[in-house]
């Protein structure tokens, strides 16, 4: 099993429409979590983060957390074909605290 | 732009020769990370440094590759004899240590080995 997990997608929606991106990891001593956007051939651009149980805004934008479900999911709010890109959820474990990154869901929100 | 930079952006190379990458951090950032991404998957942690300490190397860095920053600033990441195998994106990633701990990606070095 992986150690984290996302729904693999291709998730389609259309314009103006709510995109909702799930996620799972399987450390429960997890406590730091991120939603990274990536365009195709570009690097991981950050979107937000997360530390507590519920939900955080920012914008469109609104991250939910359950640590006891180990559920992180993103809803993108007036979907935008500018938000056609690939979600990387990524969770930060470990002495490094480096992050564990699914293998992302790819959106494309369409005109 | 994040204010990490990474040279060269691409590198073309044949197997069994040897390649070498430069990663600048944020220049405050003493937390410096490099992963490798492959098409299709998220990025994988390969090491980290705390300022000139590499403190942790994952299992994915074979002996052919090594990584150093010396006097906490820019970072190389080399690799030896190459295979095709290694053909993927390396990226770097720094962050301030006791901040929020956000990771700030560079653009990149996209290494195809023919």
């Known amino acids: 099993q992986k150690e984290v997990e996302q729904n693999s997608g291709p998730l389609s929606v259309p314009e103006g429409a709510i995109a909702s991106l799930n996620c799972t990891y399987s450390?429960?001593?997890?406590?730091?979590f991120f939603w990274y956007r990536q365009y195709s051939g570009k690097s991981p651009e950050l979107i937000m983060f997360?530390?507590?149980?519920g939900d955080k805004e920012d914008g469109r934008f609104t991250a939910q957390l359950n640590k006891a479900s180990q559920y992180v999911s993103l809803l993108i709010r007036d979907s935008q074909p500018s938000d056609s890109a690939t979600y990387l959820c990524?969770?930060?474990?470990?002495?490094?605290?480096?992050?564990?990154f699914g293998s992302g869901t790819q959106l494309t929100v369409l005109p | 732009d994040t204010g990490v930079s990474q040279d060269p952006r691409h590198k073309i190379t044949k197997r069994g020769q040897n390649v070498t990458f430069r990663c600048d951090p944020i220049?405050?950032?003493?937390?410096l990370y490099w992963y490798r991404q492959t098409l299709g998957q998220g990025p994988e942690f390969l090491t980290y440094f705390q300022n000139e300490a590499q403190l942790e190397k994952s299992r994915l860095l074979s002996d052919r590759f090594s990584a150093e920053r010396p006097k906490g600033s820019f970072s190389t990441l080399e690799i030896q004899r190459t295979e095709q195998g290694d053909s993927a994106m390396y990226l770097c990633?720094?962050?301030?240590?006791?901040?929020?701990?956000?990771?700030?990606f560079g653009p990149g070095t996209r290494l195809t080995v023919l």
């Open positions: 450390d429960r001593g997890s406590q730091s």
């Open positions: 990524a969770v930060m474990s470990g002495s490094a605290r480096q992050l564990t």
């Open positions: 220049s405050e950032h003493n937390r």
């Open positions: 990633a720094s962050t301030l240590e006791g901040s929020t701990d956000t990771q700030y």
């Open positions: 997360i530390y507590s149980n």
